[in-house]
């Protein structure tokens, strides 16, 4: 099998992470810090004092079950295309869009659908496109955050977390 990975920021990462955990082809995620200023691992602290990186999920799935251009549709459907360093209630560089390929083939798909979207859309977006630069996990707690805290906060609706459950048993 060959699995492929895609970084996806869209606000705080628990309830991205959360999301995308729930569709089948997802085969692992890691929530992180991505395409930042520095070149070493940086704290929860640095990041939400406003150090640069966003909070990223990094999402492994198998294509031939999920493929990255539906990933993006999924992705789409669970953040504010429009809204600048922020999502929901969280305000910060940090909590900005952003769709980061690791791959030329990869940016093509991606900017294909990034262009099919913002026709739908009828105006651009503020979604950041671009090459992922770097990706650091975030410390063990925040992994799996509302896995180990079902109560724990989250921006987005529980009812996003329905659909993409019943988008999995497609």
């Known amino acids: 099998m060959s699995f492929e990975k895609i970084a996806l920021a869209g606000g705080c990462f628990w309830g991205t ?3 995308f955990q729930l ?3 997802v085969i692992e995620t890691t929530v992180g810090y991505a395409n930042g200023p520095t070149d070493h691992s940086p704290s929860y602290e640095e990041v939400k004092h406003g150090l640069g990186h966003a909070e990223t999920v990094m999402i ?3 294509p031939e079950i999920i493929t990255l251009e539906h990933l993006l549709e999924q992705y789409y459907t669970i953040i504010d295309p429009f809204s600048v360093n922020r999502q929901g209630h969280d305000e910060g560089i940090q909590y900005r ?3 980061y390929y690791l791959s030329d083939s990869q940016r093509e798909t991606v ?3 990034m262009k099919a979207f913002e026709a739908r859309l009828g105006k651009k977006t503020a979604i950041e496109v ?4 770097c990706f650091y996990p975030a410390e063990e707690y925040h ?3 509302l896995i180990k805290n079902p109560a724990g906060y989250c921006h987005l609706p529980a009812s996003r977390f329905e659909e993409a459950k019943a988008y999995g048993r497609r």
């Open 130 to 133: 671009m090459k992922l630069a």
């Open 60 to 62: 492994t799935f198998d």
């Open 143 to 145: 992994q799996d955050y």
């Open 23 to 25: 569709l089948r082809g």
């Open 17 to 19: 992470e959360r999301y």
């Open 111 to 113: 900017e294909k659908s």
């Open 97 to 99: 869009t952003g769709i």
